[in-house]
């Protein structure tokens, strides 16, 4: 949704089919959902495998916090076309996510949707509810929302901020022990928040550059000769999670979004100029056909090593649409500081 909406905003050709395609993913999901009963009535479905719904991992359970992603780009929808069932269906996706709060702020990771049991627990993604909050907003005041996300945001910057426990949250990773398995994702939508809300709060902007230094220190190749990298990647690049240690067009993509808000926010050119190079290295692995490079391509001879030994694994959908959205977002940002 958010790749083909970006395209409509650039003025892309074929902009009114991207849309078409756009809400055609959102009338799907409308139709698509848990059953309107259980613990999460009419929720998404997190996972999809072989024809089911469920996962080898998840089984049943729903990524709750997950859900909240899919709302923000419902959300988005409603803005351009003012179909009221999309911003129904984001609020009622904010409205059943909030009653599984914890008493810390925090959100369970793994709920049952028919007993509402929580599966497991700790979750460092709380973000994804505060920024769909954040974009219900605008359309209408909800004081318990406002109220969840506020202590959500607590939550993160009292708890996860000081441990740096950034455990990987996926769809189709199996519980791990604390610090065994991090990834960046759970990062990059607290710092972009603080960027948006520096001046509501002295703090925010200083916790904000932390993080992403934290993020570029654990998780960024920045070139060929970074020895961590499996695959010589023409940086920088963003490694997906411990156990997936992958350079990800998706990943970076998401990197990317943030370096704009701290330039935004900072007015650094070194953070613009980190989304340019990340961008350039998204495109040098594009393929003849369009796509980019889930895995990461040698920056000299194109290989993978990944499809080479299985050739089943081909590029995500899911991220070079993310790389997409960050593409064109970044050429919207960058045109407009011209401007």
Request: aromatic share 8%; with cysteine; charged share 20%.
């Given at each position: 949704t958010w790749a083909f909406l970006a395209h409509v905003e650039n003025h892309g050709p074929q902009s009114a089919e991207a849309l078409r395609l756009a809400r055609a993913g959102a009338d799907w999901?409308?139709?698509?959902?848990?059953?309107d009963s259980g613990a999460l009535p009419d929720f998404p479905y997190s996972t999809i495998s072989k024809g089911r719904f469920g996962g080898s991992v998840e089984g049943n359970a729903v990524n709750l916090l997950r859900a909240s992603w899919l709302a923000i780009s419902f959300v988005d929808l409603y803005a351009v076309t003012h179909h009221a069932p999309y911003l129904d269906y984001a609020r009622h996706i904010a409205d059943t996510t909030l009653k599984f709060q914890n008493?810390?702020?925090?959100f369970p990771y793994r709920v049952n949707p028919n007993t509402g049991a929580v599966i497991e627990q700790y979750n460092p993604s709380a973000m994804e509810f505060v920024e769909l909050v954040e974009k219900l907003e605008p359309f209408g005041y909800n004081q318990?929302?406002?109220?969840?996300?506020?202590?959500?945001?607590d939550?993160?910057?009292?708890?996860?901020?000081?441990s740096h426990n950034w455990k990987a949250t996926y769809e189709d990773v199996g519980e791990t022990r604390f610090y065994f398995n991090l990834s960046q994702m759970p990062v990059l939508p607290l710092v972009r928040y603080l960027c948006r809300h520096k001046d509501e709060d002295p703090t925010y902007l200083r916790t904000a550059m932390e993080l992403n230094r934290w993020v570029e220190d654990q998780f960024v190749a920045?070139?060929?000769?970074?020895?961590?990298?499996?695959?010589?990647?023409?940086?920088?690049?963003?490694?997906?999670?411990?156990?997936?240690?992958?350079?990800?067009?998706?990943?970076?993509?998401?990197?990317?979004?943030?370096?704009?808000?701290?330039?935004?926010?900072?007015?650094?050119?070194?953070?613009?100029?980190?989304?340019k190079a990340a961008a350039?290295?998204?495109?040098?692995e594009q393929y003849a056909d369009g796509q980019f490079s889930t895995w990461g391509r040698d920056y000299q001879t194109g290989k993978t090593f990944i499809e080479d030994k299985n050739p089943q694994r081909r590029n995500w959908f899911n991220g070079n649409a993310f790389a997409d959205w960050a593409l064109y977002k970044l050429t919207l940002y960058v045109n407009g500081l011209k401007n």
């Open positions: 999901a409308l139709e698509h959902h848990q059953p008493a810390d702020g925090s318990r929302q406002a109220l969840a996300a506020q202590r959500a945001l939550w993160m910057l009292s708890s996860v901020c000081t920045f070139g060929p000769d970074d020895e961590s990298s499996p695959v010589r990647v023409k940086g920088p690049q963003v490694f997906e999670q411990y156990i997936c240690w992958r350079p990800m067009d998706g990943h970076t993509a998401n990197w990317i979004l943030t370096l704009i808000e701290l330039h935004r926010a900072t007015g650094k050119r070194m953070y613009l100029d980190k989304a350039n290295a998204i495109c040098h």
